[in-house]
């Protein structure tokens, strides 16, 4: 980090592994100056009664403890005036990246896994554009409104998710926080009958997805299928309000969802029904779990 003139505040993965606007999603819904930048909020002054804190509402109670968090994390923080800021290559901060460094590094026989979801994107029953879609999503690489106001594609003015909720159109916003298309998690976790997932992190969403009901290597197969699998129908149906101005209500995206996902389980050779209630409530008691 050096003067912070060219680092925006949320976006930038400027202060650990996940950008701001992630970590301190409800501060940044509320926050007017979505693009501030981190030179910008410093010459505010981040003191507690300072004039960066410039919200849509008085703040509540335990948001006003998020923002001390946030807050907490800038103690530390000191910006170089004359520097601009820089990229470094983390696996050799002195001698910077070459290609040889990052040949190595992707050779590596010891190189750990540092995101436990990318080896849950590739799924064998699911087409490769979807792997990929999910891929790009996990990466904030999709399209979404604030990534192309970012890039100077479209204007902010024009950043409103497409659901009408009001809230800027992130990736995190759109499949996590959204009351319109985040709503289909709850109706899929219903019919598959466990407890949802809580977490802030796409990544996260997606390894806890899997894991959550701790059962065989087939149930956790088939959940990783029906994830990928509802990530892309969101997409999708995202693209045709916007495009196409047509709308598909939740039960029937729920109903896309299953039927995506009967492929795998006729695959698996399950003991069930075709078109039964046995199967179309209770998928997982056909993997002999429920």
């Known amino acids: 980090m050096g003067d912070g003139s060219d680092t ?17 999603h409800r501060l940044f819904e509320l926050y ?37 968090e946030c807050r907490a994390c800038l103690f530390d923080v000191s910006l170089h005036v004359n520097d601009s800021n820089q990229w470094l290559w983390i696996p050799d901060f002195i001698e910077g990246y070459s290609v040889w460094g990052a040949y190595d590094v992707l050779t590596s026989k010891y190189l750990p896994v540092v995101d436990p979801s ?24 999709l399209p979404t409104k604030s990534n192309l106001i970012y890039r100077g594609v479209v204007s902010p003015e024009t950043g409103m998710c497409v659901s009408g909720c009001g809230s800027l159109e992130s990736a995190q ?3 996590l926080y959204c009351p319109t298309f985040a709503a289909l998690w709850p109706m899929v976790c219903d019919w598959i009958g466990f407890d949802g997932v809580d977490t802030d992190v796409l990544s996260d969403h997606f390894v806890q997805f899997v ?5 065989s290597k087939a ?12 990530a892309w129908v969101l997409w999708t149906e995202r693209n045709n309000r916007l495009i196409n101005n047509s709308i598909t209500q939740m039960p029937r995206l729920l109903d ?3 039927y995506l996902s009967l492929g795998w389980l006729k695959a698996r050779k399950a003991t069930f029904s075709f078109g039964t209630d046995r199967w179309w409530s209770s998928p997982l008691h056909c993997l002999g779990i429920g």
């Open 8 to 24: 925006l505040f949320w976006f930038d993965r400027w202060l650990g592994p996940v950008s701001l606007c992630v970590r301190f």
């Open 32 to 68: 007017e100056n979505k693009y501030i930048t981190v030179a910008e909020l410093f010459s505010l002054c981040v003191a507690e009664r300072g004039e960066a804190r410039q919200w849509r509402r008085r703040l509540w109670a335990w948001e006003e403890e998020m923002l001390e």
């Open 118 to 141: 990318a080896e849950l994107i590739w799924h064998r029953q699911v087409p490769l554009k979807v792997s990929v879609f999910d891929w790009r999503l996990l990466r904030d690489r």
């Open 173 to 175: 916003h759109l499949f």
């Open 211 to 215: 894991h959550s009901t701790g059962g």
């Open 219 to 230: 149930t956790k197969t088939f959940l990783q299928l029906v994830w990928l699998l509802c």
């Open 256 to 258: 896309k969802v299953k």
